[in-house]
């Protein structure tokens, strides 16, 4: 799959809700998903998106990569081998320098003194750490939020219409640690125009309770191994 297919099809719910750009950005990007047209417009829109742009570039500048090439697009929202090479220096820059394009340079003094060792540029960073409790975002920073704006994986159990119903995790915390529950029945969205072969036993990544893209079974590894890594640095802190 194209890098700018794959970042808007993670990117699409976040803008139809309203959370990062508008719905009518949504309804763009929806339309180049149905149409694979106007490719160079999308990749402008993709790049308006500082915390995006950056931790691409971030991985694109390790591995000697393109920005949009699809393995850096994966690397970020599901994840893969590109992320390895990441030290804790790394990620102390990277995470300065998103919370610096949210313009409160406060936080970026904090943050520093903060980032957990064994994190990577994966959006599960992104989600469950910098916008945790005591970090800016355009959410609240709560435990139901954070599980929403995770991606998270699912397999399918019944394929409904424009939606289906999947086992997946749910986000726990119990004295301040993070973890993740027994899979558990969940209906999630799915715009059938998108997933026209989905079928029962299929996996998917899930953003906001919406399926993104269907994943191979590795794909399904690395989204939950860079997602408890993430887990596990955080919990370290405390």
Not at 120 to 147: C, I, K, T, V
Not at 190 to 215: N, Q, Y
């Amino acid at each position: 799959m194209d890098g700018r297919e794959l970042a808007v099809r993670f990117s699409y719910i976040t803008n139809a809700l309203g959370f990062w750009g508008s719905p009518k950005i949504g309804s763009v990007f929806m339309d180049f998903l149905v149409t694979k047209q106007n490719s160079d417009g999308i990749e402008k829109l993709l790049c308006s998106y500082p915390g995006l742009l950056t931790s691409l570039h971030a991985i694109a500048k390790k591995s000697g990569k393109p920005v949009f090439d699809p393995s850096v697009v994966e690397a970020y929202w599901i994840g893969n081998s590109l992320l390895d090479s990441f030290t804790q220096p790394d990620m102390v820059i990277l995470a300065e320098e998103l919370v610096k394009k949210r313009n409160d340079l406060s936080d970026a003094d904090e943050l520093s003194k903060q980032i957990p060792t064994g994190c990577f540029p994966h959006h599960s960073f992104h989600a469950l750490f910098l916008r945790s409790p005591g970090f800016a975002g355009s959410y609240e920073a709560s435990l139901q939020n954070m599980d929403n704006a995770r991606i998270s994986w699912g397999k399918v159990v019944e394929v409904l219409p424009e939606k289906l119903l999947v086992l997946s995790q749910t986000l726990k915390e119990s004295n301040r640690k993070l973890s993740l529950s027994e899979p558990e029945s969940k209906i999630v969205v799915c715009r059938r125009k998108l997933f026209p072969d989905i079928t029962e036993g299929d996996r998917v990544a899930l953003h906001w309770g919406f399926a993104c893209v269907k994943l191979t079974q590795e794909q399904a590894n690395n989204l939950q191994k860079y997602t408890l890594k993430t887990i596990s640095a955080i919990n370290a802190l405390h």
